[in-house]
């Protein structure tokens, strides 16, 4: 995967944006959760979708966490970790959290 660094707020405005054009995902992940370095290992495992068609962004959640909050916010989602979040037309088009993120589901949601 091309995880694209989620470092700054101004990238959410981006992300919106960008969502226009082409399907955008986030994956909020805990550096210290076992439970979210095994999401992560699986999405990288199993994730066959090219990054020009859709981008996935990385947040680290301990070191951004207003970040993660203004996602909660702007998109109407609970904040929860792992949690992955599929964003079309500036919407969230799909969403799951732990052992429910599933990569064909993400695929057939984009």
């Known amino acids: ?20 054009r082409v399907p955008i995902a986030i994956f909020k992940h805990s550096t210290r959760c076992s439970v979210s370095h095994m999401a992560k290992r699986v999405l990288e495992r199993d994730w066959t ?14 070191s951004y966490r207003p970040i993660s909050a203004d ?4 998109f109407g989602v609970i904040h ?6 599929l964003i079309k037309d500036g919407k969230v088009a799909y969403h ?4 429910e993120i599933d990569v064909s589901d993400i695929m057939r949601a984009s």
């Open 80 to 85: 929860e970790s792992p949690q992955f979040l």
């Open 1 to 20: 995967m091309d995880w694209i660094a989620l470092t700054d707020m101004g990238q959410l405005d981006e992300i919106i944006r960008d969502s226009a």
């Open 49 to 62: 979708a090219d990054s020009a068609t859709l981008p996935v962004y990385y947040l680290d959640l301990l």
């Open 96 to 99: 799951a959290s732990h052992s």
């Open 71 to 74: 996602i909660a916010q702007r």
